[in-house]
């Protein structure tokens, strides 16, 4: 791969976050900036930005529970949006056909069809870099998200399947021994260690059942995601999630970067882009009308349609196979490439602020709520808790069990992974789900009892968002927080937090005093 392709992805990536923009917004331009440059796609970084979308969808199935996917407002949620959508989105693109006398809008409603099943997609790669970042793929929004994105990659193997006529080898049906092959692969996972091993085994699962799936003629990414499905749940799936994380992120620069470089875009074609961006609102505003009227909060409801207002790359695989075809012209090819570079950028910067926006404006959201709730949605109690802490990862669980054995119910654990609190439940422990960030959570909790909150989410912005809603809440106890850096430490007190903890400080402290006290205890006893 040229070295120019990594200097510039560098240089537009550090300047997005200078603009305090996500860095795939840098990354989309320079590919752009490289396509103007002469610089063409090529076999290396079409292979990188393969392997990151492959790695990507590993560890979404790390994540995954398959139950979700039949819930109602997974499933029924998606076929109704997929079919809304299209019907829509095609009588718009047909219109413009009409009011726009040009080649690439002389539609048939077979083709205006086409187009609009190909921006019913939203994008995977675009979701989950999002929620990965704001941490929350393990909330209510992130995971009903994620399953309406698991509902479309299986319509869209479906479309291939019937437009390519790659019908799956019999041997496909070889694939359902996988199921119980499990434990032996959960073996495995144990047996890799914690070190350079760990990732090393993730690659192999996740590249071996692409290959796999390919081979018997089914989509190599469904193998990637269904592989990660398997090893869902094993005690280590989280680890070697994390472990993956760094090289899943360097590799989708490719992908990024191959969007800009898909073709070179005339003034026209970025115009017709630009025109179909301008009926996202439309798509924000189906989902949010279709989950609503499945009784989902509204706020649930508003991110999760936020967050899926985008097109897909899907669509470009799908608009590929249709020129190919001789079913759409090839300046749609770049038409979809521009529309789907466009609708990441808008995502991306308006995503980053919708909690505050939805804090600014929930009554007006909340006002299409439903007035009964699903069962998963109702509020909990806090119980006879007087310290609450948000966040149940290592610090977190760590600092509840250390509080637990000496107030017992008098701590109360809180974060939004479901699997997390249930595992705390079972062992008898106070512990609620709830996202810290959701301000319906706090105006619903009796948090009077409260007097003192632990924050241990490695996020300075979810911390410091949350301090400003307990504030709003009208909370008067203390608050502490966790830092991984030292310059994280004063944005925090400065937005309200009374103690703040460098974990890393933290943990040398306690490994020492708990070191020189065992010391005493051996010298006193020889």
């Given at each position: 791969m040229?070295i120019?392709f990594?200097?510039?992805?560098?240089?537009?990536?550090?300047?997005?976050?200078?603009c305090?923009?996500?860095?795939?917004?840098g990354?989309?331009?320079?590919?752009?900036?490289?396509?103007?440059?002469g610089?063409?796609?090529?076999?290396t970084?079409?292979?990188?930005a393969?392997?990151?979308?492959?790695?990507?969808?590993f560890?979404?199935?790390?994540?995954?529970n398959?139950?979700?996917l039949?819930?109602?407002?997974?499933?029924v949620?998606a076929?109704?949006?997929t079919?809304?959508?299209?019907?829509?989105?095609?009588?718009?693109?047909?219109?413009?056909?009409?009011?726009?006398s040009?080649s690439l809008f002389?539609?048939?409603?077979?083709?205006?069809?086409?187009i609009?099943f190909a921006?019913?997609?939203?994008?995977?790669?675009?979701?989950?870099?999002?929620?990965?970042?704001?941490?929350?793929i393990?909330?209510?929004?992130g995971q009903?998200?994620?399953?309406?994105?698991?509902?479309?990659?299986?319509?869209?193997?479906l479309?291939?399947?019937?437009?390519?006529g790659?019908?799956?080898?019999?041997?496909?049906?070889?694939?359902?021994?996988?199921?119980p092959?499990?434990?032996?692969?959960?073996r495995?996972?144990?047996g890799?260690?914690h070190g350079?091993?760990?990732?090393?085994t993730?690659?192999?699962f996740a590249?071996?059942?692409?290959?796999?799936?390919?081979?018997?003629?089914?989509?190599?990414?469904?193998?990637?995601?269904i592989?990660?499905?398997?090893?869902a749940?094993?005690?280590?799936?989280?680890?070697?999630?994390?472990?993956?994380?760094?090289?899943?992120?360097l590799?989708l620069?490719?992908?990024f970067?191959t969007?800009?470089?898909?073709?070179?875009?005339?003034l026209?074609?970025?115009?017709?882009a630009l025109?179909?961006?301008?009926i996202l609102?439309?798509?924000?505003?189906l989902?949010?009308?279709?989950?609503?009227?499945?009784?989902l909060?509204a706020?649930?409801?508003?991110?999760?349609s936020?967050?899926?207002?985008?097109?897909?790359?899907?669509g470009?695989i799908?608009?590929?196979?249709?020129?190919s075809?001789?079913?759409?012209?090839?300046?749609?090819?770049v038409?979809l490439?521009l529309?789907?570079?466009?609708?990441?950028?808008?995502?991306?910067?308006f995503?980053?602020k919708?909690?505050q926006?939805?804090c600014?404006?929930?009554?007006?959201?909340?006002?299409?709520?439903?007035?009964?709730?699903?069962?998963?949605?109702?509020?909990?109690?806090?119980?006879?808790?007087k310290?609450?802490?948000i966040?149940m990862?290592r610090?977190g669980?760590?600092?509840?069990?250390a509080?637990?054995?000496?107030?017992?119910?008098g701590v109360?654990?809180?974060?939004?992974?479901?699997d997390?609190?249930r595992?705390?439940?079972?062992?008898?422990?106070?512990?609620?789900i709830?996202?810290g960030e959701?301000i319906?959570?706090?105006?619903?909790?009796?948090i009077?009892?409260?007097?003192?909150?632990?924050i241990a989410?490695?996020?300075?912005?979810?911390?410091?968002?949350?301090?400003?809603?307990?504030?709003?809440?009208?909370?008067?106890?203390?608050?502490?927080?966790?830092?991984?850096y030292?310059?994280?430490v004063?944005?925090?007190?400065?937005?309200?937090?009374d103690?703040?903890?460098?974990?890393?400080?933290?943990?040398?402290?306690?490994?020492a005093?708990?070191?020189?006290q065992?010391?005493?205890?051996?010298?006193?006893?020889?």
């Amino acid at each position: 791969m040229d070295i120019m392709f990594l200097i510039v992805a560098f240089g537009f990536g550090l300047i997005a976050k200078f603009c305090k923009l996500p860095p795939l917004i840098g990354f989309l331009l320079a590919g752009f900036v490289l396509n103007l440059l002469g610089y063409t796609n090529n076999d290396t970084l079409q292979a990188i930005a393969d392997l990151g979308i492959t790695i990507m969808l590993f560890t979404i199935g790390l994540k995954l529970n398959v139950q979700d996917l039949l819930k109602r407002e997974i499933l029924v949620g998606a076929i109704a949006h997929t079919i809304l959508w299209i019907v829509l989105c095609s009588i718009v693109i047909y219109a413009l056909g009409l009011l726009i006398s040009t080649s690439l809008f002389n539609l048939s409603w077979q083709t205006a069809l086409l187009i609009g099943f190909a921006f019913s997609f939203s994008s995977t790669v675009c979701v989950v870099k999002i929620l990965d970042e704001a941490g929350e793929i393990k909330t209510r929004h992130g995971q009903l998200a994620i399953g309406i994105l698991v509902i479309q990659d299986i319509f869209a193997v479906l479309f291939l399947v019937s437009v390519t006529g790659n019908v799956p080898s019999p041997w496909a049906a070889l694939l359902l021994l996988l199921v119980p092959l499990r434990p032996l692969l959960h073996r495995i996972i144990n047996g890799s260690g914690h070190g350079e091993m760990l990732p090393l085994t993730g690659f192999i699962f996740a590249l071996g059942a692409y290959h796999l799936f390919d081979v018997v003629g089914v989509k190599g990414d469904l193998g990637a995601l269904i592989a990660g499905v398997l090893l869902a749940g094993q005690a280590k799936a989280s680890e070697l999630s994390k472990s993956l994380m760094s090289f899943k992120d360097l590799f989708l620069i490719g992908f990024f970067l191959t969007i800009g470089l898909t073709a070179l875009p005339t003034l026209e074609l970025m115009s017709f882009a630009l025109i179909l961006c301008l009926i996202l609102p439309v798509k924000f505003a189906l989902f949010f009308a279709i989950f609503v009227s499945l009784r989902l909060r509204a706020r649930t409801a508003y991110l999760s349609s936020l967050v899926m207002s985008n097109y897909s790359e899907f669509g470009l695989i799908i608009g590929a196979v249709a020129v190919s075809g001789g079913l759409l012209e090839s300046q749609w090819l770049v038409i979809l490439a521009l529309a789907t570079a466009f609708s990441f950028i808008v995502t991306s910067v308006f995503y980053q602020k919708s909690h505050q926006f939805y804090c600014n404006n929930k009554n007006r959201i909340k006002c299409f709520e439903k007035k009964t709730p699903l069962k998963q949605d109702i509020y909990p109690s806090l119980g006879s808790a007087k310290v609450l802490v948000i966040g149940m990862g290592r610090v977190g669980k760590g600092a509840f069990s250390a509080i637990h054995a000496q107030l017992g119910d008098g701590v109360c654990g809180i974060d939004s992974d479901r699997d997390k609190i249930r595992d705390l439940a079972n062992l008898g422990k106070n512990a609620v789900i709830g996202d810290g960030e959701d301000i319906d959570l706090w105006d619903n909790l009796d948090i009077t009892n409260i007097e003192l909150v632990l924050i241990a989410l490695p996020s300075v912005d979810d911390a410091a968002n949350i301090t400003q809603q307990l504030k709003q809440a009208q909370y008067t106890g203390r608050i502490a927080a966790i830092a991984r850096y030292e310059d994280e430490v004063a944005p925090l007190i400065g937005q309200g937090v009374d103690r703040v903890f460098n974990f890393f400080t933290e943990a040398g402290l306690g490994f020492a005093e708990e070191s020189l006290q065992w010391a005493k205890v051996c010298s006193k006893s020889k």
